[in-house]
């Protein structure tokens, strides 16, 4: 097999990869948001469980999250397909991450801007959906585009449980024809196409969403 | 709820009694009355640290205090909630202005409008451009507040205030963060806004403006209220030692 062969090859697995990192995000974002704004609000014995559920996403191996969750479950009665347990483990364990930046960002503003909407008579929850989140999101925009890449990236892991990604097709190539450096190199260059445009679009994301600071708004 | 209070007095706009305020184990406020008549301009001065932003902020429940009762416009401030109704009757402008960084200037002032008051998109612009208008920054409408210097945030700070028609506005230090050139054009709105017959309850250190629009000085020290009096009577004769030994930096101050 040629070099371009072996590319579109690895590129029949696009669409599982794209699948797995589409459904991951439907977890992602959710649960950072969520659990980075409950981390935010709550104090004491529930500020704990917040964080034990978020630590135990985040702080543990997304290879035996995997196993756990696609071998393991099924003997309990929970059985799950391969692509909601990968898009559930590598989408929470992304999101983990995510809470952490979320609640960073949201400590990060200054406490005027939630004074001054208490001031003005806003409910608490108006204040952080109209003024805390919109600057927070702005302030981690960055972090964001990083975590989607590392969750592309994480996606290379879904081979392991019988779904037929990029990296799945590479390892069939290799059992066809034995040519571990024009395979392996193919697929290496096959996530950097597929990560490249996010890297991309999060820049001009970045730019579009930056606020004040004369960094934004066609300043 | 209200004992310690009189009975509700319709002229009264604020009144607060017996306030304590600990930070932990730091006593900031310490049995603390005031009333303010509506109309009335204070101006609350006094050294750092001697409690003067904490006693306002404890006026729209940004802080509550352990101990006292404070009622604006008669209603009862409830210590630890919410208190909706009585933050959107009282005004504040910030020393940092607090404006949204993220929101245009005209949004900054319709936002709570809307969402607090419930008056429509259109009615709130209308507002909103009266207010920018007497503040003199109608045509700074459309910017960020990034893109505005220090008296216009906080000229816009204060018209995002005036749009919920409050019948108090409290004010702490709203100058002390603003270049000397910029100070004039915010006391001269304040200035305005007194004429109009605004209820102010103002932290500053203008001697100036005390001077001239004040109805009575509340001088502060150590969590207390030292001394209360007309301005002509606290700048030439005051009672206390403290206060005059203030009196005598910040007019010193003034003079460089
Ligand atoms: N959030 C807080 N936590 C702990 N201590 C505080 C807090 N806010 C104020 N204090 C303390 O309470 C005292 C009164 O503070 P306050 O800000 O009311 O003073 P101030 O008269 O406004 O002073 P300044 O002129 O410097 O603004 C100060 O000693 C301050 O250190
Ligand atoms: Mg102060």
Redesign the interface.
Known sequence: MSFPEILVGIFEGFRITAAVVFYGLLFAVPFALVFGILQHFTRGILRFLVTAVIEFWRSSPVIILLFVFYYALPIFGVVMSAMTVSALVLGLNIGGYGSQAVRAALQAL?P??V??????????S?ILL??EL??AI?MMMPTLMNLVIQLVKGTALVSLVTLGDMTFRAKEIAQIEYNPVGIYSGLLLAYFIVCYPVTVIGRWLERRVG????QA?G? | MTEGLPPADQNLAVEASGLCKWFKKFQALRDVDLQVRRGERIVICGPSGSGKSTLIRCLNGLETCQQGQIRVNGRALAPGKNNLEIRRSIGMVFQSFNLFPHLSVLQNCTLAQVRAQKRSKEEAVEIARHYLARVKIIDQAGKFPSQLSGGQQQRAAIARALCMKPGTMLFDEPTSALDPEMIKEVLDVMVSLAEDGMTMICVTHEMGFARKVADRIIFMDEGRIVEEAPPEIFFSSPQTRRAQLFLDQILSSDVH
């Open positions: 200054d005027g801007q004074e001054a909407g208490l001031a003005l008579g806003l409910r608490r108006r109209l003024i919109p600057q702005a606020v004040g600071e004369g708004h300043l």
